[in-house]
């Protein structure tokens, strides 16, 4: 919901998947976003109501989906030359962690012999504004915005923004600044779970939402 | 055209290099995939976004056929412990090269344009980067990627006319157009043939020169 506020009119937005398709609920129609799918689609609707999908419309997570007017397909080489070529305004991902500089880790856990990388990489690589929409701290409470990703890295000081249960943090020339705390949350509470060192801004102020 | 998927994959072999379309579990070629399926090979190189059987519908080569995978999303985010190409990937019985989807649609794309290789911005700093030359380029760090090329494709595509025009529905097109470009048999599995001249010339995504074999399958296009 948070990330959703930031996204701007008729902006061309990538949701990455799991968490961040649930930001597209969260647009209001009004603002004239544009949604790319990965998988080859411009203009990415609502998902259908069940029992009204459309044969071979789905998103780049296999879910069915629907169109808004003027939408349009490509083959894969077309939808990364949106991607990489510089082309989307914005890119929500998902994250493992986030480091104090910007490097994303979103492909792959330590537990597991091999990752998926999907179009992540290129997108972090691609995008002109990445934000990572993700939980402030795993199930066990390990915190996810870490001074060194220890997971294998999806790009390299790419992360613009990012937006927890707790918090919004924009990252700045190599530095992590919290701009917004969750209700409720004081900013040490919120370094408390945070392993990098937080700039506290000093227009610091609750999350509306 | 084939008579059908069989007599249409009777010529790989073992060993072969096979790129297939689809994502998403759309725009994948079941029944090729089937008939290459029933033909028994061994020592497969798969050239795929994913290898992954999905919802329930076998839409994957057979794992035991398949000693190197060049995908994008080898396993799903959560563990599968039923998937063979997840325990052939762990056991290390099958050869895997992740590739960042992009590049990987790039370097099909560039294997049927005669472009050997080219640089990318993706991956650097990154796993996907080690064994790769860096240079800088106009101020970018980027990282050199070959071509990929393969014996055989086998894509899906909507309509086919008799010169082997294709055009594809909605998101099956994905990985279909460049592959059908970049191998040396390109065998494209379709639900309805129509006559030449029926296709608008303006509306064509894959130009016959590229298709070797079409193999009519009735009912849509797969889902």
Redesign the interface.
Known sequence: MRVAAEIPSGAYVNLG??MPTLVADFVPPERGVVFH?????LGTGPFPEPGHE?????????QATTLVLGAS?????Q??AI??GGHLDVAVLGGLQVSARG?LANWRRAD???????????I???AKRLFVAMEHTTRDGHPKIVRECTY?????RVVDMVFTDLAVIRVDSGRLVLEEVAPGWSAKEVQHLTEAPLLVSPQLREMTL | MSADAAAAVADIPDGATIMIGGFGGVGVPHALIRALNERALKNLTIIANGTGARQGRPSSVEAHMVAKAIVSFPISPSPRPDDPFEEGYESGGIALEIVPQGTLAERIRAGGAGITAFYTPTGVGTPFAEGKELREIDGRLCLLEHALRADFALIRAFRADAMGNLVYRNAARNFNPMMATAARVTIAEVGEVVEAGALDPEAIVTPGIFVDRVVVVGGGNGR
Do not use: C, H, Y
Not at chain 1, 54 to 62: E, K, Q, W
């Open positions: 998947i799991g799918a990965e998988n080859g689609v459309i044969p071979d419309l789905v998103n780049a997570g296999g397909f490509m083959d894969s080489a939808s990364f991607v990489r490097d597991r012999k091999a990752g998926s990388i999907g179009g992540a990489a290129d972090a690589a691609g294998p890295l999806t790009g390299v």
